[in-house]
């Protein structure tokens, strides 16, 4: 199934989960930790068929607090478009976690996601997706394979494929960082 249809069927856990993953693989560029987006990992994975509890907006405003002061690593200009596109998932998340707004968000941390590794992928190939963009396409679609056939149970495989991406990001930003430096 493609990611498209994958989106298109997940439901509310399914669609936050992807979301979230998109945002936490792009979060080297906030030079954000790797458990700020934890507490919103763990309201997912609460095993009810609530999904308006107040858990997740009270966890988003903290995880925007905190994320609000955070630079880009080695000084990355605030005018960077990575780091826009990052701080764009996360001011776009939705407080209510309905499947309307989550599918909205989804489809637009998806897209952000996309795009960041695209700029960030040295062997950019105008031919074909590029290794980077390719890897981060396979973990979208892994996170929605994981949530529609495990439910909250898929939460923690999902979050480890997230985190997997986070290092490969946060190696490629870290090699961007010196050769920013290198030319200074």
Avoid: K, Y
């Avoid at 979301?19 to 930790?33: E, S, V, W």
């Avoid at 637009?108 to 040295?122: G, K, M, Q």
């Amino acid at each position: 199934m493609s990611l498209v249809e994958l989106v298109a069927r997940a439901d509310a856990r399914g669609l936050a989960a992807s979301g979230l993953a998109c945002l936490d693989r792009c979060l080297p560029l906030l030079d954000g930790g790797d458990d700020v987006l934890r507490p919103l990992w763990a309201t997912l994975a609460a095993d009810t068929a609530d999904t308006s509890g107040p858990d997740w907006a009270e966890e988003l405003a903290r995880v925007r607090a905190e994320v609000a002061g955070l630079g880009g690593p080695g000084g990355t200009d605030g005018d960077d478009e990575a780091v826009l596109l990052v701080r764009g998932m996360l001011s776009g998340a939705p407080d209510d976690r309905s499947v309307p707004a989550l599918r909205a968000w989804a489809d637009a941390c998806s897209a952000a996601a996309l795009r960041v590794h695209r700029l960030l992928d040295p062997a950019a190939d105008p031919a074909g997706p590029a290794p980077l963009v390719a890897g981060e396409l396979r973990r979208q679609t892994a996170v929605l394979e994981l949530l529609a056939a495990h439910g909250p149970a898929g939460v923690r495989p999902a979050l480890e494929a997230s985190t997997e991406g986070r290092r490969v990001l946060r190696a490629v930003v870290s090699r961007r960082a010196r050769g920013h430096d290198a030319r200074l």
